[in-house]
C-alpha cells in the first residue's frame, strides 16, 4: 500500500481492523464510544479513493457537522473537495463529495446511475437511523445504494450493531464487517451536584437528596415569558440551593476547563451564561486577543451591529459563550472557531452540539437529566447521555474527561438517576416510513412491484412479520391517495406524478397549488412568500398577522387544498397528515424582499435570528426543487427570480461557508 496517513498517535486495534476490512473492499460499521476516533477510518477511505482516482462520497445528519468536515478536508485534500445541501453547491463534482444524507437518498432514488463513478460512501453518525423524523432517510440511502459502492457506517455505540450487520447482509451481497470497541481511550470519571454538593458516588447523592423530602425553589428568569429556573433546596434555614455557579467555581479549581455545559433550552442557555459573567476565565492578554479576534472575524463575515453580538462580545472577553439553533449562523461559527481556538472556556449549548461537531473538551456538565422528546419530557436516553458526555477528554490531549451531573430530588427519582449507569443502551429500530415523492421514484422504476421492496426495510426484517403490517398498509394507503389524487394512472406517473417525485416533504400541497394553476398566477414575490408559508411552523398561542387582501385570498386557496388534502388522508388513515401552510413570516419576508435591514426583519417577529434564517433557507431549498419540475418556462424564470430575491446577505449560506473557508484565527 503506497498511500499512507501519518498520526500522531498509534492506532487503535479497532481502527487498524476497520482499515483492513475496507483494503479488503469489504463495507464496515464501526460501533464505539464517542471520542474514540472514528474519522480516522473515514480519512483512510478518503486517502485510499483519492489515490486510486476514485470518488468518495461523505454524509453528515446536520449541515453544520457538513461544513465543517467540508472546511478540515480541503485542508486535508486541497482540491478535490466539494459539497452540496440544500443552501449549497460547492464543487459539485469533486472527486470526494461531502452531502446531506437526504440529497444522496434523492439522487440515487431518481437515477440508480447518479454515483456510477463513486466507490465509496461514509455515513457519519450511522444510528441516525434511529431518528423519528429523517430516520427513514438512511433506511432508504442504505436499501438503495448502487451495488458497487461501499459504505463505512461510523456511530456510538449500538447494542445490536450486529443485528443491523444482519440485516444489511441481507439485502446486500457483498461482505460487511463489524468493528465494536466498547472502552474509551480517554475514560470518563462522573461526578454529581445535589443539595449544593459535589461528589462522585451515588450513594452520597442519595443521602443528599433522598434521605428526606425536598422543596422546589423557583426564581424566575430576568424575562417572564422565559422559563422558570429549577433548584433544589432543602427544607429547613440555611440550606444551600443547587446552584451552576459553586460549580463552575469548582471547575476552574479543579482545572476542568474547557468546558461544554449543556442545557435544553436556548433561553436558559443564555440565561445561564449571563449568570457566570461576573466570573472571568481568561486572563488580560487573553481577553485582548479575543475581542479583537471576534470583531474581525465578525466583519469578514458580514455579521452586522445586533444586541447578539454585542452580548457575545461581553460574555467571550470573559471566556464564555452560549450556542444554539436561534443564533444567527455566522455567530455561531465565530463562537466554535473561538472555542476550538481555546479563547472560551466555557460553552452553555443545546444536545445538537454534541452530534458529531468537533469541538472537544475537558469536562461536561448536563444540567438535566430529563428533555422534551417530542411533544412530552421524558429522561434522557442513555445513548444521547454517552453522546453528550463523551464531548470529554481529548484524545491526545487529556487523560481522563470530566462529566458533572445536575441532580434535581425534585424532578427525578433516585432510580431514574441510577438507570442511566446501570440501564443498557437503547437498541436501534427501523423508522420507515416511505415519503409520497419515495413511492413515486420507486413505482416509476418498479411498478406494483415496489410494495415487495418492503420486505427489505429494517423493520420487516426486525419484526419477521409477511407483509401485512402497519408500516406495510401505511405504505399501501398512501399509494391509494396518489391513484385517487390522480399521481398515478393506467400504472404509470402523471404530469402531477413528475412534478410530486421532486418536491420531497410537501409533495402533496405544492403539487396540487401547480395543477390548480395557482402557482403560474403569483408573482415573483408571492412564489417566496407561498413557499416560506409551506415550511415555517409556528410556535404554540403565537399571533396571527394582518394579511393583505392579496395574501387573504392566497391563503385561502391554499387552506381549501390542504383540506381537500387532509380529508382524502383520513379517508385512507394514513398516520401524519400533510402540513398545513402557515403565513406567519409574510410581511418580514416582504421587508427583506424589498432589502431592508436583516435587524428590522429580525424586530418585527418573535423568532430569533437563526429560525428566521433557516425558514428563508428552506424556502429557497423548496423553490429549487420546483425548478427542477416539469413546469413552465415562465414559472421558471419566477422561481429564479424569486431566489435571487431572498438568497443575499444573511441568508446566502454558500457565500458564507466560502467566507468562514478562507478565515484563520
Not at 447494542?159 to 470518563?188: C, F, G, M, Q, Y
Not at 458529531?356 to 428533555?371: H, Q, R, Y
Not at 477528554?393 to 438507570?419: A, C, H, M, T
Request: charged share 25%; aromatic share 12%.
Amino acid at each position: 500500500m503506497k498511500y499512507k496517513i501519518k498520526y500522531k498517535f498509534e492506532l487503535d486495534e479497532f481502527q487498524k481492523q476497520a482499515i483492513k476490512a475496507v483494503e479488503k473492499n469489504h463495507s464496515v460499521i464501526v460501533s464505539t464510544p464517542t471520542g474514540t476516533g472514528k474519522t480516522v477510518i473515514a480519512e483512510h477511505v478518503m486517502t485510499k479513493c483519492l489515490y486510486e482516482d476514485k470518488k468518495v462520497i461523505y454524509t453528515a445528519p446536520i449541515k453544520a457537522i457538513s461544513n465543517q468536515k467540508f472546511r478540515e478536508f480541503k485542508v486535508a485534500f486541497p482540491g478535490k473537495v466539494g459539497i452540496i445541501t440544500g443552501d449549497v453547491s460547492i464543487n459539485p463534482f469533486a472527486s470526494l463529495l461531502i452531502m446531506t444524507t437526504e440529497i444522496f437518498r434523492n439522487r440515487i432514488l431518481e437515477n440508480k446511475n447518479s454515483f456510477y463513478d463513486h466507490s465509496w460512501i461514509i455515513f457519519d453518525e450511522i444510528h441516525y437511523l434511529d431518528d423519528i423524523e429523517r430516520g427513514t432517510v438512511w433506511e432508504e440511502s442504505l436499501i438503495f445504494m448502487p451495488s458497487h459502492i461501499r459504505f463505512i457506517g461510523l456511530s456510538a455505540t449500538i447494542p445490536n450493531v450486529d443485528e443491523l450487520a444482519s440485516w444489511l447482509r441481507t439485502i446486500h451481497t457483498h461482505p460487511i464487517e463489524v468493528i465494536k470497541k466498547n472502552n474509551r481511550s480517554v475514560p470518563l470519571h462522573f461526578y454529581f451536584q445535589c443539595s449544593g454538593k459535589i461528589t462522585s458516588e451515588l450513594k452520597i447523592v442519595k443521602k443528599l437528596g433522598y434521605s428526606r423530602r425536598k422543596n422546589i425553589y423557583y426564581k424566575h428568569d430576568y424575562n417572564q415569558h422565559h422559563r422558570f429556573v429549577r433548584n433544589s433546596i432543602n427544607i429547613g434555614k440555611g440550606a444551600p440551593k443547587n446552584s451552576p455557579i459553586p460549580l463552575i467555581h469548582h471547575l476552574i479549581k479543579a482545572d476542568h476547563l474547557p468546558c461544554i455545559y449543556f442545557s435544553f433550552s436556548r433561553k436558559h442557555c443564555e440565561y445561564l451564561a449571563k449568570r457566570v459573567l461576573s466570573i472571568n476565565l481568561i486572563n488580560l492578554k487573553e481577553q485582548n486577543n479575543v475581542q479583537e479576534i471576534y470583531d474581525n472575524i465578525c466583519n469578514k463575515l458580514g455579521v452586522s451591529e445586533s444586541e447578539r453580538k454585542l452580548e457575545l462580545r461581553e460574555l467571550v472577553s470573559k471566556g464564555i459563550a452560549y450556542h444554539h439553533a436561534g443564533i444567527h449562523p455566522m455567530l455561531k461559527e465565530v463562537i466554535e472557531q473561538l472555542f476550538y481556538a481555546k479563547y472560551i472556556k466555557i460553552i452553555f449549548t443545546t444536545e445538537t452540539f454534541a452530534l458529531g461537531i468537533n469541538m472537544p473538551a475537558k469536562s461536561v456538565v448536563i444540567d438535566e437529566l430529563k428533555k422534551k422528546y417530542g411533544k412530552f419530557y421524558k429522561m434522557l436516553k442513555i445513548r444521547d447521555f454517552y453522546q453528550m458526555a463523551g464531548r470529554s477528554g481529548r484524545r491526545g490531549i487529556d487523560d481522563k474527561g470530566f462529566v458533572y451531573i445536575r441532580i434535581n430530588p425534585e424532578e427525578l427519582s433516585f432510580r431514574q438517576i441510577n438507570d442511566i449507569f446501570s440501564g443498557k443502551l437503547e437498541p436501534i429500530t427501523s423508522r420507515f416510513n416511505a415519503s409520497y415523492a419515495t413511492i413515486l421514484n420507486l413505482y416509476e422504476t418498479y411498478g406494483e412491484n415496489f410494495l415487495n421492496i418492503f420486505s427489505l426495510s429494517f423493520y420487516h426484517f426486525l419484526e419477521k412479520k409477511q407483509l401485512n403490517s402497519y408500516q406495510f398498509n401505511q405504505i399501501k394507503s398512501k399509494l391509494k391517495i396518489l391513484k385517487q389524487l390522480d399521481y398515478i394512472r393506467g400504472k404509470k406517473l402523471t404530469t402531477k406524478g413528475h412534478f410530486a417525485k421532486k418536491t420531497y416533504g410537501y409533495e402533496l400541497i405544492l403539487t396540487e397549488l401547480y395543477k390548480s394553476g395557482i402557482l403560474e398566477k403569483l408573482s415573483v414575490k408571492e412564489l417566496g412568500i407561498l413557499c416560506l408559508a409551506i415550511v415555517f411552523e409556528p410556535k404554540p398561542k403565537s399571533k396571527q398577522p394582518k394579511l393583505s387582501h392579496k395574501l387573504k385570498h392566497i391563503k385561502a386557496e391554499t387552506n381549501k387544498i390542504i383540506q381537500y388534502i387532509h380529508n382524502i388522508e383520513k379517508i385512507y388513515g394514513t398516520n401524519t397528515m400533510s402540513k398545513k401552510p402557515f403565513f406567519d413570516l409574510s410581511f418580514s419576508l416582504i421587508d427583506w424582499m424589498n432589502n431592508k435591514p436583516f435587524e428590522e426583519i429580525i424586530e418585527k417577529t418573535d423568532l430569533d435570528e437563526g429560525e428566521i434564517i433557516r425558514y428563508y433557507r428552506m424556502s429557497i431549498q423548496i423553490l429549487r426543487e420546483i425548478l427542477d419540475t416539469p413546469v413552465s418556462i415562465k414559472l421558471k424564470e419566477n422561481i429564479s427570480k424569486s431566489i435571487n430575491l431572498i438568497n443575499y446577505g444573511a441568508i446566502d449560506a454558500e457565500n458564507q461557508l466560502k467566507n468562514i473557508s478562507n478565515i484563520e484565527l
